[in-house]
């Protein structure tokens, strides 16, 4: 078990915080822009407010939260020390920087000088990560099977926005073989199998059990998942470049399927072996997106089918997009932000007081009313915007918009809440 103490040693906060803060801001950001153009998601996803609205909550929410995550968590990991602070806040300035540039060109559809700006950053922010992890990595006299998803996860990460480049660049100038659009599924899957699929199984099967008070572990299993998912991506590489025959596509998502299901069997030992018995609303929302997980992963197998027998409905990828983002990532996020981000914010303000006087408890950072009305508005929101994309139905598309709109604003609440929150007398 790891303490409160050693989950924040390593890392400063002031290398971490500023993270949190700017997804919590993005995934307001990517509502709004939802409650805008929610009609657009009931027509064929390659639109302008539907990549200004995945890219938000792809780089924005999802991949900067889990940045400044694992800039605390990683040394955790590895038993050591994040290698560099400075690239740390270079990371952050630089993908910061350049992700609004990004999401403002593709909601003008502007693939000039704002696209490429923004891309080129975010590029140079993410090496700046993948330079700090695997240097920390190094330079570690621990290794792991959860540092090894982290570090392979970033490397796929760095691949798929190396790729997004390259699809920006394609739209001006022919430097590919064939048209951005075509390359569209490649781009994704690397980003949502390799970055975020990986990232979320390594870390997650650490700190599920952790939070569960769980002695369950099976890294034969977890080193299965990863060799799974990552011959699963490669596989997919290999047939999307050089193979025509579409059901092909079957063998690297029937491995996906696998890794999957070996996860939520791991993550549900754990939780028939945990010493705590009580479970709060954080954990279960986190396990509930384990759950949740199985509707990209089935809405990915009809897709399969369908292009093996004919022609996929742009609906059921708009609503496979959907489900990810604002399905798995999304809850998730939720329930580790305030498991994670008290204890960061308490070690920052009461640290230096332990032992000396009565100091609340890092669970009491937050506000648990606030909590559960957030996870009613998004889990009530997200259901009937699938809903919605599914039947066409852009009244449905139009309430759920604000639902999620509602979850968004009571999340910052929350968040900034925690972030700001002043010493006690």
């Not at 992890?133 to 970033?154: C, D, E, G, P």
């Not at 199984?201 to 299965?224: E, H, Q």
């Not at 791991?266 to 072996?273: H, L, M, N, P, T």
């Not at 009565?358 to 009313?369: E, F, G």
Request: with cysteine; hydrophobic share 55%.
């Amino acid at each position: 078990m790891i303490s409160n103490s050693n989950l924040v040693k390593n890392t400063t906060h002031k290398a971490v915080i500023p993270f949190y803060a700017y997804a919590a801001l993005s995934f307001l950001v990517a509502t709004i822009l939802l409650v805008l153009s929610s009609k657009a998601f009931g027509a064929h996803y390659f639109q302008p407010p539907i990549l200004a609205v995945t890219h938000t909550m792809a780089l924005g929410w999802g991949t900067m939260m889990i940045l400044g995550a694992s800039h605390q968590l990683f040394p955790v990991l590895i038993e050591g020390k994040l290698f560099s602070n400075l690239l740390a806040y270079l990371s952050f300035a630089l993908t910061g920087s350049g992700i609004p540039l990004l999401v403002y060109a593709f909601y003008t559809f502007n693939m000039n000088c704002p696209a490429q700006c923004g891309a080129l950053l975010i590029n140079l922010g993410i090496f700046c990560f993948l330079v700090n992890i695997t240097a920390s990595l190094i330079s570690s006299k621990k290794r792991n099977v959860h540092a090894f998803f982290a570090l392979a996860a970033t490397l796929w990460l760095f691949t798929a926005t190396i790729v997004g480049f390259l699809l920006v660049l394609n739209f001006t100038r022919p430097i590919l073989a064939k048209d951005s659009l075509h390359y569209l599924s490649l781009h994704a899957h690397l980003g949502i199998g390799g970055w975020f699929l990986l990232m979320i199984i390594g870390v997650g099967t650490r700190l599920i059990p952790m939070f569960l008070i769980s002695k369950y572990t099976r890294p034969a299993i977890l080193w299965t998942i990863f060799v799974l998912i990552n011959m699963a991506l490669a596989g997919f590489i290999l047939i999307f470049l050089y193979a025509a025959k579409r059901y092909l596509f079957a063998i690297p998502v029937a491995a996906i399927f696998t890794a999957v299901g070996l996860f939520a069997f791991y993550c549900y030992q754990a939780y028939q072996k945990r010493i705590r018995k009580q479970t709060d609303n954080q954990i279960r929302i986190s396990l509930l997106s384990i759950l949740m997980m199985g509707v990209p992963t089935v809405l990915l197998a009809v897709i399969t089918i369908l292009l093996v027998i004919s022609q996929a409905d742009a609906r059921l990828i708009t609503a496979y997009g959907f489900s990810i983002f604002f399905g798995w990532i999304t809850a998730i996020i939720f329930g580790m932000t305030f498991k994670t981000l008290p204890f960061i914010v308490w070690n920052k303000v009461y640290h230096h007081r332990a032992g000396l006087g009565k100091t609340p408890s890092p669970k009491d950072l937050h506000n648990a009313k606030i909590f559960n009305l957030m996870s009613i508005a998004y889990l009530s929101g997200f259901i009937l915007f699938v809903s919605g994309i599914l039947i066409n139905y852009s009244l449905l598309l139009e309430v759920s918009a604000f639902a999620l709109l509602l979850a968004a604003a009571l999340y910052n609440w929350n968040v900034y809440r925690v972030i700001f929150h002043t010493p006690t007398k």
